[in-house]
């Protein structure tokens, strides 16, 4: 059994159940704006949203335009002229207050704090994720925090990972394991970085891809198995 010393967790679907948070988010800012909220609209807005979110792990746009003008992209499409960046600022507002918890992810890093050097590796707004993360209770239980509006690079560009590599005493890459559960993002992430990987896939969905993760689980708390 290989012996790890730093964990590298993802935040959105793999501790913080983003899913139910931006539901949440969205259905307030439609209230917010006077606009019927239904599951059609949710799920147009999930499809450019994560077309958005690609294209900037790709390297094709920057962050602010994703944020910017994924509201505005989506309102267009029922025929209404809106402000995409006001609407991202009252959405993050509303998104920043969703600290809801995937299933077993407190008491996990609970226990592994104390046997592992855990830092947090996510894209996102830093000012977001430090919100959702702190009241979860997460946030003091991890080593460092690791957002790619601060670092200047995203998942999973090689950039990325070095950049938090330099800043992880005595880091050892042969030790090193991420968590996540992009293919993308955090498998590919990983690979490129030259880490070990597990894909955190609760869902159980088919790997379309020709990423091969180091390990796979459905549940976090088999991840207790992987790191005796």
């Given at each position: ?45 999930k ?12 390297g ?23 402000d ?21 992810a ?9 046997r ?50 330099a ?36 869902k ?25």
């Open positions: 059994m290989k012996i790890y010393k730093t964990l590298l967790f993802d935040v959105d679907d793999t501790l913080l159940d983003f899913g139910a948070a931006e539901s949440t988010a969205l259905h307030m800012l439609c209230e917010e704006q006077q606009i019927t909220f239904t599951s059609e609209l949710e799920s147009l807005y499809k450019i949203n994560q077309g958005l979110w690609q294209a900037f792990e790709e094709e746009i920057e962050r602010d335009e994703v944020l910017n003008t994924r509201f505005s992209l989506l309102l267009k499409e029922y025929g209404h002229e809106a995409g960046r006001l609407l991202e600022e009252i959405y993050r507002g509303f998104l920043s207050e969703g600290n809801q918890l995937i299933e077993g407190l008491e996990l890093i609970t226990v592994l704090q104390d592992f050097d855990l830092y947090i590796v996510t894209n996102g707004v830093s000012k977001t994720q430090d919100k959702r993360l702190r009241s979860s209770g997460l946030h003091p239980l991890f080593k460092g925090i690791f957002v790619s509006e601060d670092t200047g690079f995203q998942k999973p560009m090689k950039e990325y990972f070095d950049y938090v590599f800043r992880i005493p005595d880091f050892s890459l042969e030790q090193g394991l991420i968590i996540g559960d992009s293919l993308n993002a955090d498998m590919k992430g990983g690979q490129l970085a030259g880490l070990d990987t597990c894909w955190f896939n609760p159980k969905k088919t790997n379309h891809t020709d990423m091969v993760p180091t390990y796979e689980i459905q549940k976090l708390d088999e991840l207790y198995q992987i790191l005796g």
